[in-house]
């Protein structure tokens, strides 16, 4: 019998709050995943769903004002009890994080060989040519060509592909445990995307890391992700493996994402989108938080909120009062049909 890997990462009852003067934005309300050696999990959701939130939790970045419940645990430490001095030895050692624009993220006043080798400063004390050749290196292992000379061109002398490429090498150059990809390949066109993404991986595997990786696209995570947590109104509303939240989803906001996705099979080239738009985090709707745009909400769902439940062997969880509905149906996708759609 195999082992299973060992695990890294573990947030349980995460939430996260932000007062502001219009009331308190219960941005993360509830989030728990495990997270193993070398894995790779998918959060996809709309904007707004507390994707990006609960992973700055993680990193222990968010504003002063944010307050944070539940366990972050990091090989059985409980990272929020952690002094901030032990937190910072943490970040960027242990648990690495890959910002989602490119186009900002990096310092313009400083070349890119500095800040990668700034990165190995902070932890650990080598000479500074030293930091400079780990760098030189990284840029060897994410693909960028003369990697010697790259050292000494500033962000804006590299395209947007390089300087995603440029972050990954800098999440990567203390090889930490984790890292934490929070949309890497927005503002990319599809080729570079699919570039960035295989190289991700490779990295990924160059220093055995396990990744979270942040998305509101499904076909992003298809061919990349062991599993996927699907997240709405701040918590999580679908996670198992990956083959099965495609195709056998027991939640209909998984079936939404999934048919606005564009596909061969997409009648004259329209997708399915789903009507109406995110519920406010201030002013939550009563019973389920999708209910106003899900096609099988009834009186049930607008009165109470479904727990995350086990709705099929295999780690499959779904908050749906409806899930045994959904199964039923051949192409859940199709609750999703637009008027103008024909039925095929």
Avoid at 250 to 275: C, F, N, Q, V, W
Wanted: with cysteine.
């Amino acid at each position: 019998m195999t082992d299973l890997p060992a695990e890294i990462l573990r947030v349980k009852d995460l939430a996260v709050e932000f007062p502001t003067e219009d009331g308190v934005v219960k941005a993360v309300r509830g989030v728990s995943y495990a997270l193993h050696e070398r894995e790779v999990l998918g959060i996809v959701g709309e904007s707004g769903s507390g994707k990006s939130v609960s992973s700055l939790a993680v990193m222990g970045l968010l504003p002063r004002g944010a307050r944070v419940r539940g366990k972050i645990s990091y090989r059985g430490d409980d990272v929020l009890k952690m002094s901030a001095r032990k937190r910072r030895d943490l970040r960027g050692r242990k648990i690495a994080m890959i910002f989602q624009d490119p186009m900002t993220a990096l310092n313009p006043v400083h070349t890119v060989g500095d800040q990668l080798a700034e990165a190995v400063l902070a932890h650990d004390l080598v000479p500074r040519k030293q930091a400079l050749a780990r760098a030189r290196e990284m840029l060897d292992l994410v693909g960028i060509p003369q990697a010697e000379q790259r050292l000494r061109s500033y962000p804006h002398e590299f395209s947007g592909g390089m300087r995603q490429r440029a972050m990954i090498a800098m999440a990567v150059i203390n090889n930490p445990d984790v890292i934490i990809a929070d949309e890497p390949t927005t503002a990319l066109d599809v080729t570079v995307q699919a570039q960035i993404l295989e190289k991700l991986l490779e990295v990924k595997d160059a220093v055995n890391a396990a990744i979270v990786l942040i998305t509101h696209d499904l076909g992003v995570v298809a061919g990349i992700a062991h599993r996927v947590l699907v997240m709405y109104a701040g918590k999580p509303v679908e996670i198992g493996d990956t083959d099965t939240i495609f195709y056998r989803p027991r939640m209909p906001y998984t079936a939404g994402l999934l048919g606005s996705m564009p596909s061969l099979e997409t009648s004259g080239g329209r997708l399915r989108p789903i009507k109406g738009a995110p519920p406010s985090l201030i002013n939550l709707p009563s019973g389920c938080p999708f209910s106003p745009r899900c096609p099988l909400a009834d009186t049930r769902c607008h009165g109470e909120e479904p727990a995350l439940a086990e709705v099929d062997e295999g780690g499959h969880y779904a908050a749906c009062h409806h899930w045994d509905q959904l199964a039923a149906v051949a192409d859940p996708t199709a609750l999703f049909r637009t008027e103008s759609e024909p039925v095929t």
